[in-house]
């Protein structure tokens, strides 16, 4: 009978360490989850905002709808594209999604 009281006891002063063991895999999960994903996420919203704020007149764009441009327009919130000769539109600066290839 001492003996199972003994036992017991030692089991619970092992329990703040398993406790403490029991949060590193959410953390060192989160840490994977941050580089990952949030870390290079975060990276492409910065190059994107600093692309959208460094256009010009006469750019070549391709917009999220994949339409191909030339930059005639440009306002703080809207982009006006020449799709085509004497063809223009005008779309949100927000869907113009990167700079079309030179040809």
Do not use: C, H
């Not at 919130?77 to 290839?101: C, L």
């Amino acid at each position: 009978m001492n003996i199972a009281y003994a036992m017991g006891s030692q089991g619970a002063a092992g329990q703040g360490g398993s406790q403490w063991m029991s949060f590193l895999p959410l953390i060192l999960l989160f840490v994977v989850f941050y580089f990952l994903l949030i870390r290079p996420q975060q990276k492409r919203a910065k190059q994107q905002k600093q692309f959208l704020e460094n256009l010009k007149k006469g750019d070549d764009v391709i917009t999220s709808g994949g339409l191909y441009g030339k930059i005639t327009g440009l306002t703080d919130s809207t982009v006006t594209i020449e799709i085509a000769e004497k063809v223009r539109v005008k779309v949100a600066k927000s869907a113009v999604a990167q700079q079309a290839p030179q040809q």
